[in-house]
Nanobody, 122 residues
Framework: QVHLVESGGGLVQAGGSLRLSCAASGRNFNNYNMAWFRQAPGKEREFVAA????????FYADSVKGRFTISRDMTKNTMYLQMNSLQPEDTAVYYCAAGGIIPSRGSSYVYWGQGTQVTVSS
C-alpha cells in the first residue's frame, strides 16, 4: 500500500526556518504531482506548494512565495519544503499529498500523509 510520512515540524520563533520532508512508499510518484497543504486551527485546508515531478514545474501560494521552496529527490521518492522567514501566520498542520490531477486542488489528490505540526511563535 501507499504511505506518505511527513517529518520535520516543530516549534520555531518568527523569522526562523524549518525543512519538512515527505517520504513516499508503495509507489513511485516521479511522474505525478506532489504537494504540501496546511490547515490552521479553525481554518480550512489551504494549498501551500506543489511540484509536478517530471519537468520540475512548481507552484506556490501567494502567501508563501519567496519564502518557501518545494523540491523533490526522485531517487528517494521524497519531497521537501524549505520554509524560511516563518511567521506566526504559518502555524498549522502541514500535510503531504501525492497523485493529484490539479496541483493546487486538495480534493484531486489520492494519497495523504498524517501531517506534521509547525508552530511559529512571535
Amino acid at each position: 500500500q501507499v504511505h506518505l510520512v511527513e517529518s520535520g515540524g516543530g516549534l520555531v520563533q518568527a523569522g526562523g526556518s524549518l525543512r519538512l520532508s515527505c517520504a513516499a512508499s508503495g509507489r513511485n510518484f516521479n511522474n505525478y504531482n506532489m504537494a504540501w497543504f496546511r490547515q490552521a486551527p479553525g481554518k480550512e485546508r489551504e494549498f501551500v506548494a506543489a511540484d509536478s515531478g517530471s519537468g520540475s514545474t512548481t507552484f506556490y501560494a501567494d502567501s508563501v512565495k519567496g519564502r518557501f521552496t518545494i523540491s523533490r529527490d526522485m531517487t528517494k521518492n521524497t519531497m521537501y519544503l524549505q520554509m524560511n522567514s516563518l511567521q506566526p501566520e504559518d502555524t498549522a498542520v502541514y500535510y503531504c499529498a501525492a497523485g493529484g490531477i490539479i496541483p493546487s486542488r486538495g480534493s484531486s489528490y489520492v494519497y495523504w500523509g498524517q501531517g506534521t505540526q509547525v508552530t511559529v511563535s512571535s
